[in-house]
């Protein structure tokens, strides 16, 4: 009984110590994506405030919509989905 419980600790602290190993190798990819996303998320946040202390809804030509664009450094993390050509109706009407 006791070899059991020392090998289930043993077991759990060397997946808990390899789980930490694998936290730390972050590629430089994804270090990248997380410092634009934060960088894209503080500047939302600065427009809510904005408008928050503003209490301005704007209509038309005086809404700035230059911020919803696609930002072309991240172009390049976006992941290319290929599509399945695999697709048959003939077996759902069966």
Same mark, same amino acid.
């Given at each position: 009984?006791?070899?059991?419980?020392?090998?289930?600790?043993?077991?759990?602290?060397? !997946?808990?110590? @390899?789980?930490?190993?694998?936290?730390?190798?972050?590629? !430089?990819?994804?270090?990248?994506?997380?410092?634009?996303?934060?960088?894209? @998320?503080?500047?939302?946040?600065?427009?809510?405030?904005?408008?928050?202390?503003?209490?301005?809804? $704007?209509?038309?030509?005086?809404?700035? @919509?230059? $911020?919803?664009?696609?930002?072309?450094?991240?172009?390049? !993390?976006? #992941? @290319?989905?290929? #599509?399945? $050509?695999?697709?048959?109706?003939?077996?759902?009407?069966?």
């Amino acid at each position: 009984m006791k070899k059991e419980l020392l090998l289930v600790l043993m077991l759990s602290f060397g !997946s808990s110590v @390899l789980s930490a190993d694998n936290n730390k190798t972050i590629s !430089s990819s994804e270090k990248n994506a997380t410092k634009r996303a934060n960088a894209q @998320l503080k500047k939302q946040q600065e427009r809510e405030e904005k408008f928050a202390r503003e209490q301005t809804f $704007y209509m038309g030509k005086n809404h700035d @919509l230059s $911020y919803a664009e696609i930002n072309p450094d991240s172009i390049d !993390s976006v #992941p @290319l989905i290929e #599509p399945d $050509y695999d697709f048959d109706m003939d077996d759902v009407y069966d």
